[in-house]
């Protein structure tokens, strides 16, 4: 009867645990990860999709000539004469191993470059960071605005770096991360495992997570259980 109450108060302690995580908890997880995992590279070498938006980021980063025509050019430049002082004020890259992570992606389908690594931390989270702080008000609304010109852009600056507000929202399915090789990545980086019964067919090329908000459930666990253990 005893043992039975200890694992009913302990099952109850384990659904109270409600450890917040933020996006900087997430870039903090991440950025202990390697750029590179076997199966992760595997899926994405054989069947990843083209000339994807952070694909596209990539080779405007690497074909760059000081002319500033869009939003990727205007963050182009902005990584390309990334100062000391950027760094310090960059939420973002304060806490990016930067000597562990370059932040010109290489280019290759067998290398599997530019990496998701770079696509989670600098074509996502600081290209967030990025837009939210060139920001201007132009009739009444906010405007993206970079060395005095403005332009559009489809970024959405949503990062969450508050110890309150929605648990992991920018990974949240439905306005966060959707692109399947990222999140194959990001399983493989946090420890689960690719097979069908964790709900990832490495061998599809359409569908090759069966659920992604279960996906996203179980990675957004495994950084819950890092910061409730001290580890970011």
């Known amino acids: 009867m005893k043992s039975t109450v200890v694992n009913i108060v302990k099952e109850q302690n384990k659904m109270e645990d409600k450890t917040y995580i933020n996006d900087l908890d997430v870039i903090k997880f991440f950025n202990k990860k390697e750029m590179h995992y076997p199966l992760s590279d595997q899926y994405i070498r054989f069947y990843s999709i083209e000339n994807q938006d952070y694909m596209k980021l990539a080779d405007s980063i690497q074909s760059y000539q000081d002319v500033i025509k869009d939003d990727d050019s205007a963050f182009a430049d902005y990584l ?4 000391y002082k950027d760094i310090l004020n960059s939420t973002v890259l304060k806490h990016i191993d930067l000597y562990r992570l370059p932040i010109v992606p290489g ?3 067998e ?4 990496n998701q ?3 989670l931390l600098i074509s996502w989270y ?10 201007i008000l132009s009739n009444g609304k906010k405007t993206f605005c970079y ?4 332009k559009s ?3 959405t600056p949503n990062n969450n770096f508050n110890e309150t507000g929605k648990d992991g929202d920018n990974l949240n399915k439905g306005r966060g991360i959707s692109c399947p090789e990222l999140l194959i990545w990001m399983a493989e980086a946090s420890g689960i495992e690719l097979t069908e019964d964790s709900g990832i067919e490495l061998n599809s090329k359409q569908n090759p997570i069966k659920d992604k908000g279960v996906m996203i459930k179980k990675i957004k666990e495994k950084i819950r259980e890092a910061k409730r253990n001290g580890e970011i």
Do not use: A, D, I
């Open 111 to 114: 290398c599997v470059e530019p």
């Open 126 to 135: 600081l290209y967030k960071e990025f837009v939210e702080k060139h920001q």
């Open 117 to 119: 690594k770079w696509h």
């Open 153 to 155: 852009t489809n970024v």
């Open 147 to 150: 060395k005095g010109k403005m």
């Open 80 to 83: 390309l004469h990334l100062s």
């Open 107 to 109: 280019k290759g389908r």
